[in-house]
């Protein structure tokens, strides 16, 4: 019983924190030769003034580690675009009332839910090449999101999905 309870609740603390990632590009084109990065001039990232200024902070150094420079002349434009989705509650408690005899039996059933809605941020993130004005690469990522969260929380938040999306970028030459 005891492996039981915490495979339960390892199970639901790892839940929690899952980034589920897609991502799309162009198989022609050669990702070696983008070198370069600006954020997009005129972003509309759908998150307010902080979250965006963290979200652009946290891309800058995970791009900087990746071997890419910002530049005023950049090879790719990145943008940024979010949207918050709220789910109802996926906890719930199952109740049911049953009798029978004699080869009869009714059962009702039901569930209460449990805790309130959840609230997801969908993060699309477009690399463009600047020279050809064409989406090359993107990735959108979804994670659940606290919009009440401490600022060094949100921090956190934006640093762990833009390293779980970028994680792919750039994508591996097919041989």
Known sequence: ?????LFFFLALFISCGVTNTVYDYDEQQDFS???TYAFYPEMSSGLNDLDQKRLLIVTESVMQNKGFTKS???DIY???KTVINKTPSRNSI???VGSGSSGVSIGVGGSIPIGGPETFLELTIDFVDVK???LVWQAIAERRFHPNAAPDVRTNFFQKIIEKTL???PPKKKK
Do not use: L, Q, R, S
């Open 1 to 5: 019983m005891k492996h039981i309870t």
């Open 94 to 96: 199952g109740v049911g």
């Open 33 to 35: 030769i983008y070198k």
């Open 167 to 169: 994680a792919k970028y």
């Open 132 to 134: 050809k004005d064409e």
């Open 78 to 80: 990145m943008n940024f």
């Open 72 to 74: 005023e002349t950049p």
